[in-house]
């Protein structure tokens, strides 16, 4: 199997795997009891943090270990308030293109009164338009969400810039960093941001384990009460998981740029070749984007087609499209960056990894090239 859907999750390390296997196996106790084996079990979750501060350029005490990048996200909308007792509903900026079920969520609590969410409108690769940006971030806006890379496109966003407008009008800025990290150095320190989410199986982490950083002597609520996380998420610490998060995060640091370079290359490679073989257009290639990712879409071809055809060939890929009431529904990025809805069907992701090599692209593009050369020529 030629596995090419990263940005849906990665294959966990086996450094990863061990040290979790460890952990179960040695130190069960709870991180939060005050004997011997519980403050052993706390060593191993402070271990884990620092690692993880260390990729982000953040402190230790700004990690707040959750469930995943979801639960970081809604404590973040969890954590806006009116500013005055009885005003209105706080006014939330959002970027078109944020993941799915974040746009989910904040729309939900707009339903519920809770705030008022304006959309930052995108341009035709995919970038927030830095011109609307300052049109809408202004004094009133309490916080502006911008993700530093797209899931879909990887398509990198104007996060400093846009961090500048937050600070000159006043407002927080929260990243959604999920794809970013590990496959780009991201800095949260110089970021400029306020807040930023994260998951570790978009790095070769385990699932059901991420990550909100907090600026220093940011106060913000917790989304679940309780004395952990020095009371910002409440429930007992997921010792096996924060310490492959740990895990993983040391393994990204370790020749960063490299493997992205590496993985640019690949990426290139795979596109330029196949164009040469099957009409092609790439969503967002005019733009930075996350060495690892190609989001296009082959002639007219419909995304389930191709999809089906290429995971009989032994290649795994995804589709733009998202699930809907059990039909399938263009993606919400791609509309945003006025793509016909015809066309966006059609929409393709291939995302690679560390751990992709030259002979798996050679090999998905032999597998592409066979099973779509027929379709694309039908077509």
Not at 12 to 33: D, G, S
Not at 170 to 179: E, I
Not at 224 to 253: C, D, M, W
Not at 306 to 319: C, K, N, P, Y
């Amino acid at each position: 199997m030629i596995y090419l859907d990263n940005n849906a999750s990665t294959r966990p390390a086996p450094e990863v795997l061990a040290a979790m296997t460890q952990c179960q196996q040695n130190h069960w106790a709870n991180p939060a009891a005050r004997h011997a084996a519980g403050q052993a079990a706390s060593r191993l979750l402070e271990q884990a943090r620092a690692q993880l501060a260390q990729l982000l350029n953040g402190k230790p005490r700004q990690v707040v270990f959750t469930s995943g990048a979801t639960e970081a996200n809604v404590q973040v909308l969890h954590g806006l308030t009116p500013r005055d007792a009885g005003g209105e509903p706080p006014l939330l900026l959002m970027s078109g293109i944020e993941h799915a079920a974040f746009l989910k969520a904040a729309q939900l609590r707009e339903a519920q009164g809770l705030l008022r969410l304006q959309l930052l409108p995108v341009d035709a690769q995919g970038r927030v338009s830095l011109d609307a940006a300052q049109a809408l971030i202004r004094p009133g806006v309490q916080l502006v969400s911008v993700m530093a890379a797209n899931n879909e496109t990887g398509v990198l966003q104007p996060i400093a810039e846009i961090a500048a407008l937050c600070r000159a009008a006043g407002a927080l800025l929260h990243v959604d960093a999920t794809q970013i990290v590990g496959r780009l150095p991201f800095d949260f320190t110089g970021s400029g941001a306020d807040l930023a989410s994260l998951s570790a199986h978009k790095l070769h982490g385990p699932k059901g384990i991420g990550a909100l950083l907090l600026r220093e002597n940011l106060a913000w609520p917790a989304l679940l009460p309780g004395a952990q996380e020095r009371g910002r998420r409440g429930g007992t610490a997921n010792l096996p998981a924060i310490v492959g998060f740990g895990v993983a995060a040391q393994l990204a640091g370790q020749n960063l740029s490299e493997a992205a370079l590496r993985q640019a290359h690949l990426r290139d490679a795979f596109e330029a070749q196949l164009a040469a073989r099957l009409p092609l257009r790439v969503f967002g290639a005019d733009v930075p984007r996350l060495p690892n990712t190609s989001c296009l879409r082959i002639g007219a071809l419909h995304a389930d087609a191709v999809l089906g055809r290429l995971e009989r060939g032994g290649l795994i890929a995804a589709s733009g499209a998202a699930c809907s009431s059990g039909g399938q529904q263009a993606s919400h990025v791609l509309r945003a960056m006025n793509v016909a809805e015809a066309e966006a069907q059609g929409a393709l992701r291939f995302s690679l990894s560390r751990d992709t090599s030259a002979e798996d692209i050679a090999a998905a593009l032999q597998i592409m090239g066979e099973a779509l050369a027929p379709l694309a020529q039908a077509a």
